[in-house]
């Protein structure tokens, strides 16, 4: 069957329901057009994700930014692989990380997430195209804490070369992960030296906290 439907601005109309969201315990995401007034405490997080994934709307964003709240320390250098609208990379810089990189094999993506950046006013989140770790920089030495929101089997593919970018106390936080396939994950860690320090699920999803083992 075949129907008329009225003209709208798809590109914009779905702005109206993206409103402030509320994370973890500091932080606050929040759309680049709205008004938001951030109580003692909050840290603000403002967002325009264009065409980007990355709303903080999504439970796998939502889990990964809970744990970066844990994990994330002053002074540290923070990885983003995948990084969407930039949202983690933002997050991470806010939570007092000293250098973020952020890529994505999508040019579209490094594009939002840089006028992201530039318009959070941070000078320290690098964003450049990558196809997952190809080109990731190596010149400063390991990364802290690497990022991965994507999709269990990237995550997999990803896994045989991660370590190349850790030192012995590095963590990564893991996520899109559906809840089924959490295992499969979890053996691929397993399997290349690495262990789960923290599982975080919600609405079937999963998040994972890990490091090398010791």
Not at 128 to 143: E, F, I, N
Request: charge should be negative.
């Amino acid at each position: 069957t075949v129907s008329g439907v009225n003209e709208e601005d798809w590109a914009n109309s779905w702005k109206a329901y993206y409103k402030p969201i509320k994370i973890g315990e500091r932080i606050v995401i929040v759309p680049a057009w709205e008004k938001y007034n951030a109580p003692e405490g909050k840290i603000e997080v403002r967002m325009d994700p264009g065409m980007a994934f990355g709303t903080g709307s999504h439970e796998t964003t939502r889990l990964v930014i809970g744990l970066l709240e844990k994990y994330i320390k002053n002074g540290q250098r923070v990885l983003d692989v995948g990084c969407g609208s930039g949202i983690l990379a933002i997050c991470a810089a806010k939570l007092g990380a000293e250098k973020c990189y952020a890529y994505d094999i999508d040019p579209v993506a490094v594009k939002v997430a840089r006028e992201n950046v530039k318009d959070a006013g941070l000078d320290n989140v690098q964003c450049d195209v990558s196809d997952l770790l190809r080109g990731v920089d190596k010149s400063g030495g390991a990364y802290d804490v690497i990022c991965a929101n994507i999709v269990a089997d990237i995550i997999i593919r990803m896994t045989p070369d991660i370590s190349a970018f850790m030192h012995e106390n590095s963590v990564i936080l893991a996520s899109g992960i559906i809840s089924e396939r959490a295992e499969d994950v979890i053996s691929c860690f397993e399997e290349h030296g690495l262990s789960v320090i923290e599982r975080a699920e919600e609405n079937g999803w999963c998040a994972l906290a890990v490091g090398k083992k010791i």
